[in-house]
């Protein structure tokens, strides 16, 4: 079946303030092997053409990695002439774009703004994760449920663990009776797998007042690549 040429863009917008800048990026965003696609990153209380822009990839498990530079002289420097696909696109206001033509799987990360305005002040975006779909190589996730015995005071330890995805681009959230679990949520590290698939462990520690007062608590695993949304209960587990 043909994948339609469509791009979304999730109206979730991520913030990173210092002194009077703010920049934003847009959370996720989806699009069709194959097909071209426009990361933004928005600046507020300043021109943009007053600020050099720096955009990174950051892979699973791995610290970000440098694309290019588009510098407030309109200078664009590429980390390697293999990046040239990446495109910088400066508004005349308070947005820059980066245009990525024929996305493939591996495209699939977590992309990084940064914007300079001298040799002492610089700014994050909150980071945009781009999720291609429809390639061969992408694997939906499996998603399986454990938890620690409750003792006396001690926390409930409850875990999700998801595998067999690719790419490794994936949202583990947490929700007790339908809002945002409180406790101490713990993340394990990506883990490649001998067929190109990875793994993820997700560990919620939930304090002793909140395990016995709640009618669901949920695992909610969110893969874009493979159009995939999973979520399962705990308290399923034990309706036997």
Known sequence: MPFPSVTCFLLIMSFSRSFQLTVYQYEHVSVAEGNSVTLGCFVEDEKIQHLSVQWFKQMAGSPPTYI??????????????????????????????????????????????LLTKSPFYHIWGGGTHLSVYGGADVQAPSVSLMSSSPIGSHPLYLACSVSGFHPPVIEVTWKLDGESAPGIITTGPFLSEEDNSYAFVSILELPMHHRNNFSSVLCEVRHDSSRTLITKDFLDCYKD
């Not at 495109?87 to 990360?109: C, E, G, K, Y």
């Open 68 to 113: 290019l530079r588009h510098a407030n002289d309109s200078g664009i420097h590429w980390a390697d002439t293999s990046l040239e696909r990446y495109q910088p696109i400066r508004n005349d206001s308070n947005a820059h774009f980066l245009h990525i033509t024929t996305v493939v799987t591996n495209d699939s990360a977590l992309y990084w703004c």
